[in-house]
């Protein structure tokens, strides 16, 4: 299962969010500030990382940015309540109320695109420029 960086920086939604992550059988590491974000990726390899929507979005796309520039294949959801913007660094986006086993299922999903061959191309890569699910789901897909 996926390696997963969850970033939040309040302690009651970022406990929830992963006990809901680890009991889909992902091992999950939480992060609450962008020093410890950073510093765990210089200790630590990450399949996916999870941004909870009170990270304000300086910090999650200062260190989005950090991982998508230091480990191109890693695969980044934000979270989001009602709006978001400058989500462009995002391989998944998803409502922070819709089911939790949505996230599970995403994070899932895009661990296992990292190691699928999208017709012939490099491993991590699909040849989707954007893909959107059903709206129950809550998702929302930018698939390089």
């Not at 109320?97 to 890569?125: C, E, F, N, S």
């Amino acid at each position: 299962m996926a390696r997963v960086l969850s970033v939040g920086y309040l302690q009651e939604f970022l406990k929830k969010r992963n006990e809901h992550i680890a009991g889909g059988g992902h091992t999950v590491i939480p992060a609450t500030s962008i020093e410890q974000a950073l510093a765990l990726a210089s200790e630590d390899k990450f399949d996916v990382m999870v941004f909870g929507h009170f990270v304000p979005t300086e910090d999650r796309n200062t260190i989005a940015r950090y991982f998508k520039e230091h480990f191109p294949l890693i695969a980044i959801i934000f979270l989001y309540e009602t709006h978001i913007e400058k989500a462009e660094l995002a391989d998944a986006i998803l409502n922070v109320h819709g089911d939790p086993q949505d996230l599970v299922q995403t994070i899932t999903y895009l661990h296992q695109r990292q190691h699928t061959d999208w017709a012939g191309r490099a491993k991590g890569l699909a040849c989707f420029s954007a893909m959107v699910l059903p709206s129950s789901l809550n998702y929302i897909f930018r698939i390089m």
